[in-house]
């Protein structure tokens, strides 16, 4: 069974500071205003109304945590980039979203939310340029991918795989389509890496025998 379904809301803050103190992983969803953020972590969940799908960018205006059965809490950020909300708001959203991120320690990893028809534009380059210093993993998805046809698709996923090449290998890409309902293995796969990569190796951490500091 996939490890996003069974998800439910918890919970939503409008002020990082609000957030209480967990030590459970957390995976955040960010991305452009309009890139399908919402629709995807729904598509992935298996719900269509868990996150709250708009034609009107912008919506999301607070941090909401789903968590899952496991403990793991899904975190969808505000959207960024849409230019048509009063400024002081836009400078509120902004501020949430940089404070979440660079002071929340049990971020595991991003998923950043791409539309394949616009990917990487100046305020996603922006984003991976603050974000990847952390070390921590991204994983992009390119939405609305059943609006290219296979051609289109595969070359806009090659260009910006060799773009991303700048920013190190914790920076991976895919296509997604929540209509169509594609790439949810994919990223399901990458998930459960980075979560896995969280259980300490036992073999790492097994004392050494007794004894054995006497042998040689």
Do not use: C
Not at 61 to 73: D, E, H, K, T, Y
Not at 130 to 156: M, N, Y
Not at 178 to 200: A, D, H, Q, Y
């Amino acid at each position: 069974m996939s490890i996003f379904r069974h998800a439910r809301f918890e919970t939503s803050f409008a002020k990082p500071n609000a957030l209480p103190d967990s030590s459970e992983p957390e995976i955040a969803f960010v991305g452009r205003s309009n890139a399908g953020k919402s629709s995807a972590i729904n598509t992935l969940v298996g719900h269509n109304r868990l996150a709250f799908v708009s034609k009107t960018p912008g919506r999301t205006q607070l941090i909401n945590f789903f968590r899952l059965p496991s403990g793991v809490a899904l975190v969808d950020l505000p959207g960024f980039g849409y230019a048509q909300v009063p400024e002081p708001i836009r400078r509120q959203w902004q501020d949430l979203l940089e404070k979440y991120l660079t002071r929340r320690p049990n971020v595991i990893g991003l998923i950043h939310i791409m539309d394949s028809r616009h990917p990487l534009t100046h305020l996603d380059r922006q984003l991976l340029d603050w974000f990847t210093p952390s070390g921590r993993p991204v994983h992009i998805l390119l939405t609305k991918s059943d609006k290219l046809t296979r051609g289109p698709a595969a070359q806009t996923l090659m260009d910006v795989r060799r773009e991303l090449a700048q920013w190190g290998p914790a920076v991976t890409a895919q296509l997604f389509s929540s209509l169509k309902k594609t790439g949810m293995e994919e990223t399901e796969r990458v998930v459960t890496n980075w979560l896995e990569s969280l259980i300490p190796d036992p073999d790492q951490e097994k004392p050494p025998a007794e004894g054995d500091s006497d042998r040689g």
